[in-house]
């Protein structure tokens, strides 16, 4: 950009005109800055009547381009969101029928393996706490919940479950 460039000599009026649309200091100076870059890029000054209204137009263009990407981009983060709270609701969806599933399996073992399974899994006690408060063995504890575990695996393969393993 030379000083005796015409377009110089607008770049005050240029800023005024950009910051009258933005209202914030830091855009405008991106906006007048991309203007001048377009600008000296694209046009021959020798061929241009009346600089100031060039760059006007410029600057216009500049900030349409600038809206347009902005409005893009919130949309995209609305998009994002909603699709993360859709995925959310689902996923407490299928949680809570995982949970169902599992309780309905549970409700039809018998009583013993059912309270077994849950000292363990539930309460995370260790087997051999659970073998002295029921007063069996170790070994009919590893066999209620080995068994117990089979009929929850069972049941979650015919219903095509995935529980997480922790």
């Not at 600008?39 to 263009?61: E, G, M």
């Not at 381009?65 to 983060?77: F, I, L, N, R």
């Not at 809570?96 to 039809?108: A, G, H, T």
Request: glycine share 0%; net charge negative.
């Amino acid at each position: 950009m030379k000083q005796t460039d015409p377009f110089t000599t607008y770049i005050p009026k240029l800023r005024l005109f950009v910051l009258n649309k933005t209202r914030n200091i830091d855009l405008t100076d991106d906006i007048v800055q991309e203007t001048l870059l377009r600008t000296f890029q694209r046009a021959d000054s020798s061929h241009i009547n009346n600089p100031l209204a060039y760059l006007y137009t410029v600057s216009k263009t500049v900030l349409f381009d600038h809206w347009k990407s902005q409005q893009k981009t919130e949309t995209d983060e609305q998009l994002e969101t909603l699709v993360d709270e859709t995925m959310y609701v689902e996923d407490q969806y299928l949680a809570e029928e995982k949970i169902k599933i599992l309780s309905d399996v549970l409700k039809n073992m018998p009583m013993l393996r059912q309270k077994v399974f849950k000292m363990r899994r539930l309460d995370g006690m260790s087997r051999e706490d659970i073998s002295q408060e029921l007063d069996i063995s170790v070994e009919a504890v590893k066999k209620h919940i080995t068994r117990a575990m089979v009929e929850i695996t069972l049941c979650a393969e015919e219903h095509d479950l995935i529980f997480d393993k922790k």
